[in-house]
């Protein structure tokens, strides 16, 4: 007997339907397609209907003994939240530096001074396969909390090839033992390691001729990302970079005028990029370029706010054409949470986000950003059935009700595995 899950009655029930052929943007990233009374039934993992109540017991009525009925009878139904930007894999924390950050001192200075994304990189050299994978496992748990049902996850603290190889290996077993599902992304462009620091170019070949092929050979990425800033790479190398990994078949992404102007996103519309992460900097003619090429903005403003810096103009570049996505960008130096709904919150308060517009980039458009907007991110028969049921009536809640996590149940691939706001007890490490 196949598995039936039929979630019944939500007070709302956020659909997203025809998005899945390209991301939402300008006023259509508002048109959520509600059902009030809405109802869903998900069988063997898959969406087999959506619809209202009545319709979907009138459908179903003789097979409603075969189903585990939830009900979300007063409760906003959406699509498993998807977090498209995340550096999952690592050790340690720096909870120093956010005190020295207090204290007045910058990123960039607090990097060069051996902090940042070196201090991180010594942790996770240091690290064992099982110590990553532990601690992965238990941000996933954390992410699945707070209603996040696929998440992408970088490399790039290992800045030499056996780490990069080891964060991409648990992230592999991550996806494999976790029910969330993980996308992985090459990230050894992340920054420039000491020992190359008058000889970039150097590490720039190392990463090209070395590390991508092997990343590609060994079917461990999906991605390629570079960190396109003043201090870190130059629009020239990442384009290098970017354009190498497109060779043996990784898509390109980027980190993209998050400090200064740049060109980042510019250079992400050249090369073809899925998106273009952070763009706090980015100029409106990188903006528009983005635009016409359907590069999708990944926005964090979590960043933002934990390093005290203004947000990124996401108004302008909805207003513009771009397709907006939001994420926690999970690390431990500039963005330590896995609270999407939190970020969600952020966009709103911090980026002019309407509630429709950030249900919209943490959902489908953020499906689009990892390549997987025909799988998830909306609800829709034929979809995965990746859903989460919030503890509020309505979406506009979801945003005014701020800095709570509302989730109440969180059904991935058709199984219920957070009920009340808890992993239920009998969650496997398996998928299956």
Known sequence: MSKVIFIRNAAQLVT????????????????????????VW??????????????LLSKYAGRLDEAEVVDATAKLVTPGLVDPHTHLVFAGSRENEFNMRLQGAAYMEIMNAGGGIHATTRRTQAASHEELFQEGFERLNQ????????????????????????????????????????????????????????????????????????????GLAEFNDVFCEHGVFTPEQSRKILEAGRRYGLTPKIHADEIEPYEGAELAAEVGAISADHLLR???????????????????????????????????MIDLGVPVALSTDCNPGSSPTVSLPFIMNLGCLKMGMTPSEVITAATINAAHAINRGSEIGSLEVGKKGDVTIFNVGNYMKLQYSYGVNHTDTVIKSGKVVVRGGHLIEELSLSKN
């Not at 998900?42 to 319709?55: F, L, M, P, R």
């Not at 983005?290 to 933002?304: N, Q, R, S, W, Y």
């Open 16 to 39: 997203l339907q025809g998005s899945s052929d390209a991301p939402l943007v300008k006023e259509k990233m508002s048109e959520l397609g509600i059902i009030e009374n809405g109802s």
């Open 42 to 55: 998900i069988e063997d993992g898959v969406i087999c209907a959506v619809g209202k109540d009545a319709e």
């Open 143 to 218: 992410f699945l909390r707070h209603g996040v049902t696929t998440v992408e996850a970088k490399s790039g603290y290992g800045m030499e090839w056996e780490t990069e190889l080891k964060q991409l290996e648990v992230a592999k077993l991550l996806n494999e033992k976790h029910v969330i599902d993980v996308v992985s992304t090459f990230m050894g462009a992340h920054a420039i390691p000491k020992e190359y620091k008058e000889t970039p170019e150097e590490f720039v070949r190392l990463v090209i001729e070395e590390m991508i092929p092997k990343v590609a050979e060994m």
């Open 282 to 316: 980015a100029s409106e003619k990188g903006m528009k370029m983005m635009a016409e090429k359907g590069v999708v903005g990944v926005l964090l403003p979590g960043t933002a706010y934990f390093l005290m810096a203004d947000s990124a103009n996401a108004r302008k």
